[in-house]
């Protein structure tokens, strides 16, 4: 199984990222894929959620800024975020798995928003 997530940086407050993660080495078609973020020293939480059919939810605190999309081609499925209106307080490594989330957490990609 691999959760590759990429597509983070630096931006400033303010501005846009679209983050990106290939799942694959297993059918992750049928999943619901999650989008997480963690903090130093916290456990991960929710940010968006998506089903194998494009239904969303969106944790309160992204609701209106984020975007989660999927595309399903074949059994690899890859899964964006696009993050607008960033703040400072989403600086974290986001994470992509199913949801809720299986074991096996890939890399994650660093987000850092500066003031």
């Known amino acids: 199984v691999q959760l590759q997530a990429s597509g983070g940086g630096l931006v400033q407050a303010g501005g846009s990222l679209r983050l990106s993660c290939a799942a694959s080495g297993n059918n992750f078609n049928p999943y619901v894929m999650g989008w997480y973020r963690q903090f130093p020293g916290k456990q991960r939480e929710l940010v968006a959620g998506?089903?194998?059919?494009?239904?969303?939810?969106?944790a309160d605190f992204v609701r209106g800024r984020f975007t989660i999309s999927r595309d399903n081609p074949g059994n690899t499925v890859t899964v964006y975020l696009q993050m607008n209106s960033l703040t400072p307080e989403d600086t974290a490594v986001y994470y992509c798995?199913?949801?809720?989330?299986?074991?096996?957490w890939g890399q994650g990609t660093q987000v850092t928003v500066s003031s």
């Open positions: 998506i089903t194998s059919s494009g239904s969303t939810n969106y």
């Open positions: 798995n199913t949801k809720p989330p299986g074991h096996f």
